[in-house]
Every structure is written in C-alpha cells, then in structure tokens.
C-alpha cells in the first residue's frame, strides 16, 4: 500500500499530532512538498501533503484562512502539515478552525521534526511500495509461465484470473469464447464479442477498455474489463479479456502483460512459434552480450545443451542480398519461403543443418541486416560455415569482389574461440573480423588471421584516400609547377626512416639539396617533420593513394 496521512502520524520518528480531519487519515500521500507561499495551489498537482511554517500567510486571520485552506482542498491537496515552534509556538485557531471546516487533515510537526524527515519518510514508503508491486509482477509472472508449461492456456488464465482478483477470458479470431476462468465468467465473457470483433479491425497490438459488464447474479455489481489483442501479424488471431472490480494495480498490470505474451507466444501459428524461438534465441544471446551468463543460462535451460558453457565462436554475417529482400518481401506465412533465396537464410540452412547431424546445438540469431551465430568452437556448425564461405569465395570470378557491389555476396567474421564470459568481446572480434572481410573484398575472415595480412587494404576507404589527397594536395601543386620533386623526396625519406644520406641517394640528389625539400614540405604544410603523429599521416597518405 502507498504511504497514507495515517501510516505518518503512526510514524514513531515523526511525532505528528492531528489537529484536525481525523477521519481522513487513510487517504493515500503522493508526495510531501514545502512550500511558503500564500497560494501554493498552481505548484500543486494534487495527492501532496503540503508543509508550512506561515512565514508568509497571516495565519490568525479566520476570512484569510478559511480562503487559503479551501483553495488548497480544492486542489486535491490532502493534508497540511504546520511546524510550530518557527513563527508560531502552537497552531493558531484560525487555520485549526478552517481544516476542520473544510475537512482538510492538518497535522502539527514538532520543531524537533525537520521537514526534511517527512519527506524521507513518505520517499521511502513509496519507494517500498514501489518495490512491492514490482517483486509481485515478478512473482506473477514466474506463476504464470510455470501454468502455462504445465496446463496450457486454460492454467495461465486461471493463474491470471487468482492474481487479479477477477477473472479472465481467451476469444478466437471471430470473437468466440475459447476458456474462461473462474468458470462461471463465461457469460460475462460472451457479451464482449461484438467488442472483440472491433478492437480486431485495429492493427495489433491493440486494447481497449469496457465498462458495465453486469454480473447477472449480482446486477449491482459491473466490471472494468480490458481488452488486449493477441498475435504479431497486421490483424490479431485472438484476443485477452480481463475483468476486475476496479482499476489494475501495478503488480496486477505486470501480470496481465505477462499474460499477455505468454498467451501470443501459445496461440500463434507456425509462424509464430518459429518467431517466438527467434526472440528466445536473442533474449539469450543479449544476456550473454550484456555479461549475463547466469541468466542466459536460466532463461535457456536445456534447450542449448552445453552451448553456453563449452568455448564457443560467434560469426557475424550480412549480405547486401538480404538488405534488398527486406525491403521488398511479401510475407507469406511461410518462413521458409520468406527466407529463399537470400545468402543470410542459406547460411542459417547450413550451420543449422550440420549442427543437427552431428548433434550439437547452435545458436542463430537474425539481427537486423545480419546473422549472428554462435556455435561450438571446433564443431561441425563452425567448420560448415567456414566450408561454405571458402566454397563461395572459390567460386567467385577472379575479377569480382565485395567491392565491386556484388548483390549476392555474403560476408562473415569469424571470433577467436571464447567462453560465456567473454561473449562481448567474441562478438566485437567477429564485428571486426567482418570489417576486414569487407575490406579486404573476402568472403570469411577468421579474428585470429586478421594480423597475418597487411595493414594496407584496410585503407581502401574513400574516407582515407580523400584525407591522403588533401594532405598531399599542397605538395603535388607545388611539384606540377617544376620547381621540385617534394612528394617523391618526402617517401624516400620515409622509406629511409629519416636518413638524409641514404634517401639523397635513392633520389640521386645531394643530402643538402633534399634537407631544402623537407623544409619547403614542412613550410607548405605548416607542420614539422619532427612530430611522429605527421610522419605517420604522411606514410599513411603516400600508401592510401600509391598507384596499384
């Protein structure tokens, strides 16, 4: 329950005493506020217990009063709270007189209550309530999945039906009953079939809110129902009807969403369970990312086997292919269908194929324009995925690449061999490992193999050559007018790691001819040869744009 002017007064650190409104003590306390001000009332939201000491309110005035506390009440304040001891040793009867009147609760503070200790106070009882609510939710849904593994829908409504206090109904796509719980909710639950009916004709997800559904045993009493639909597509399959005797409490609200997406994920189709494997598979794979081993480990079970604990590689593939089909695909109801044709969903064919003949379990998981996989390092999904990207490579024109824009080439990056712990790391290798495929115009690039090759074919970016060309532009017009050779002098003097006698030499000029080069290429540049960081722009630049 939320803090309430009651659970104040009975507070044993606060020492309140009620002076008036009594009988009001159980209304619930949104906040305390302080506030001096004649007219607090536009700073007000309703629900708080304001605290004044009178500093500014001519307190023992009866007309100023009884104007001062109505204008509070009527904004939904619900309780004063008046120091004395500060400007007046006791409350005065003017403001006593008009809490009574208007039957406003005023409480007195004793000078030895700071302000600041209500306020704690009512903060942590709301924080505490808070904290129940979402432990409860919790609780619900825990209960909730385990009837529904258990007893199916007709379990989870009955679950969800206890943990309300109300009841619950399951309608088809016609708007049909299909279960209620308790039993007797059935014919409550087959007059909202015309309300059904038109919360379908909205694009999912959808709810709405019903009012007066009559208890034909107890005609007095009419429910508050809410109706969700169910299902992921453009028009739901089926729909959720709640019914309780008031509004949803926040552990009653983390209830009913559970409800909610447990009910999609048993309801759907084909389409829907493969989806819903989809989800469960990225839930997993997020919780390993975000250093959550034991959790992924919870939430999977045994539906991996020992994936999660054994060392195990995460690829990362895109295709350029699968970005097309997305934005062009008409779904069919058939994933397999939706997925021919795309290099991204024949790669999932083959990890996911090799895995089940050699029975191990793999982890695929489509994110967004890519395919993460997560396999056993060392088992068959890995050595398929890297057979199937050497066969693709292999049977690709000598003249083609992933740079000439191939539209069904598929890229992949390989991670070292990691654990569960690791996973974030494995996965930002295999990120890396597919930037340098990309580069490199490679089909599969293995995280360890990345050092083996040249720095070089990174720098094939249009990023990188147009910074080479404007760090170069100044030398290269300074070298059309025929007055010098400064591009040439500034390679062969890196080449020779800054020996004048040796690069004066691979010019054919005398030392003191090129040390006048390099003073003309640092005044051209405004920059000196002496600082690291410019030699090494400089080398970069010459290697980005030397001819092939």
Not at 31 to 43: I, K, R
Not at 343 to 353: A, H, I, M, N
Request: proline share 5%.
């Amino acid at each position: 329950m939320p803090p309430t002017l009651a659970s104040l007064v009975h507070h044993s650190a606060l020492k309140l005493t009620v002076r008036a409104g009594e009988d009001r003590l159980d209304v619930p306390v949104r906040w305390a506020h302080v506030s001096e001000l004649a007219d607090p009332v536009p700073y007000m939201e309703g629900g708080e217990l304001l605290l004044i000491t009178a500093l500014k309110l001519d307190a023992e005035d009866p007309a100023a009063m009884h104007r001062y506390v109505k204008r509070l009440a009527d904004a939904g304040v619900v309780g004063l709270g008046f120091a004395v001891g500060v400007n007046y040793d006791d409350i005065p009867q003017a403001l006593v007189d008009a809490a009574r009147q208007e039957g406003l609760p005023l409480l007195e503070v004793p000078r030895r209550t700071p302000f600041l200790a209500i306020s704690k106070a009512v903060s942590a009882a709301i924080a505490a309530d808070q904290y129940r609510a979402v432990t409860a939710g919790f609780a619900a849904q825990r209960e909730l999945t385990r009837r529904t593994l258990t007893d199916g829908p007709e379990g989870l409504l009955a679950a969800l039906a206890a943990q309300v206090d109300g009841w619950a109904a399951l309608y088809d796509a016609s708007g049909a009953v299909v279960a209620t719980a308790p039993e007797w909710a059935g014919r409550r639950a087959a007059k909202l079939t015309a309300d059904v009916q038109r919360l379908r004709e909205r694009p999912a997800p959808a709810s709405s809110v019903v009012g007066g559904v009559q208890n034909s045993e107890h005609p007095e009493n009419a429910d508050r129902v809410e109706l969700h639909s169910l299902g992921t597509s453009r028009r739901p399959r089926s729909a959720l009807a709640v019914g309780t005797a008031a509004a949803l409490g926040t552990a009653e609200r983390y209830a009913v969403h559970s409800a909610i997406a447990l009910l999609t994920l048993t309801t759907e189709r084909s389409r829907s369970l493969h989806e819903a494997g989809l989800r469960i598979d990225a839930a997993v794979l997020r919780m390993l990312l975000a250093g959550e081993p034991d959790h992924a480990r919870a939430v999977a079970g045994d539906l991996y086997g020992g994936l999660l604990d054994a060392p195990f590689r995460i690829a990362v593939a895109e295709s350029p292919a699968a970005r097309a089909k997305a934005a062009t695909a008409v779904p069919t109801g058939d994933p397999a269908a939706e997925t021919g044709g795309d290099p991204l969903g024949t790669l999932t064919e083959v990890v996911e194929s090799a895995a089940a003949r050699s029975g191990e379990a793999v982890l695929v998981v489509p994110e967004g324009e890519r395919l993460v996989v997560l396999a056993t390092d060392g088992g068959a999904a890995v050595a398929a995925c890297v057979e199937h990207a050497s066969a693709l490579e292999a049977a690709r024109p000598a003249s083609e690449s992933l740079a000439g824009g191939d539209e069904e080439s598929l890229v992949v990056g390989l991670s070292a061999p990691s654990g569960p712990i690791a996973a974030s790391a494995a996965y930002k290798q295999a990120q890396q490992a597919l930037s340098v495929a990309r580069r490199r115009g490679r089909v599969c690039v293995e995280h360890e193999h990345v050092a083996a090759g040249s720095v070089l074919p990174l720098l094939a970016d249009d990023a990188v050559r147009a910074f080479a060309d404007g760090l170069l532009r100044a030398l290269r017009d300074h070298d059309a007018t025929g007055r010098g050779d400064l591009v040439a002098s500034v390679r062969a003097w890196l080449s020779r790691h800054g020996q004048w006698d040796a690069a004066a030499a691979d010019l054919g000029v005398h030392r003191h001819t090129l040390r006048y080069r390099m003073r003309r290429v640092e005044e051209i540049l405004g920059r000196s040869l002496d600082d690291p960081d410019v030699r090494m722009e400089l080398w970069l630049a010459l290697k980005a744009t030397a001819p092939d």
